[in-house]
């Protein structure tokens, strides 16, 4: 059965930063390529990010609105991915999902964390 | 990037079939036959129902069906159940490595 299980999430003041984590299980993490989605209270769902593997160069792409904030890593040996989030605002507060990118659709997805940014 | 169009809320009785919209641009749902839709109970982790506008992952029954015409996507769930009750949001590739999802449609089965 596949699993993806966030943690990391947690009050936090603007400006800091938070970094949140996505355990799988189930698959073979290192042919996937993990990402990030989020919902922000009373609205949809926005994507965030997400890394390629490294057979296909490992780079990782940004939604617009965290770009040069956040960064997507990962640790294939931990069947990990990470998102580490600096220069946080009040509107990055948000149920962080991760997720798996499978040619055009996320086919997997965890249950979220919580990360809210207030002073 | 704006976010994709949904209705708020839907709704039908047990048996009934229920249409949601998803309208976009010729940027995303118009430009790419890469359209998803997701149903999400809150509290559990989202799910997918339909992908490449129409196709059915294994496991999701024949009741999700998924269409497009133009800039407008649609997801019809037929003979409504109890258990489709949930919030329902459409996704789109908008190319350069980027997605959009839209704005979600809450589903009552009355």
């Known amino acids: 059965e596949v699993q993806l299980v966030e943690s990391g999430g947690d009050l936090v003041k603007p400006g800091g930063s938070l970094r949140l984590s996505c355990v799988a299980s189930g698959f073979t993490f290192s042919i996937a390529w993990p990402g990030w989605v989020r919902q922000t209270p009373g609205k949809g769902l926005e994507w965030v990010g997400r890394i390629q593997r490294k057979s296909d160069g490992g780079a990782a792409d940004y939604a617009a609105p965290v770009k040069g904030r956040f960064t997507i890593s990962r640790d294939d040996s931990k069947n990990t991915v990470y998102l580490q989030m600096d220069s946080l605002r009040t509107e990055d507060t948000a149920v962080y999902y991760c997720t798996t990118e499978d040619w055009y659709k996320l086919n997997y997805w965890g249950r979220g964390t919580l990360v809210t940014v207030s002073s | 990037q704006s976010a994709l169009t949904q209705p708020p809320s839907a709704s039908g009785s047990p048996g009934q079939s229920v249409t949601i919209s998803c309208t976009g641009t010729s940027s995303d749902v118009g430009g790419y036959n890469y359209v998803s839709w997701y149903q999400h109970h809150p509290g559990k982790a989202p799910k997918l129902m339909i992908y490449?506008?129409?196709k059915r992952p294994s496991g999701v029954p024949d009741r999700f069906s998924g269409s497009k015409s133009g800039n407008t996507a649609s997801l019809t769930v037929s003979g409504l159940q109890a258990e489709d009750e949930a919030d329902y949001y459409c996704?789109?590739?908008?190319?350069?490595?980027?997605?959009?999802f839209g704005t979600g449609t809450k589903v009552t089965v009355l």
């Open positions: 490449d506008v129409s």
């Open positions: 996704s789109s590739y908008a190319g350069s490595d980027n997605y959009v």
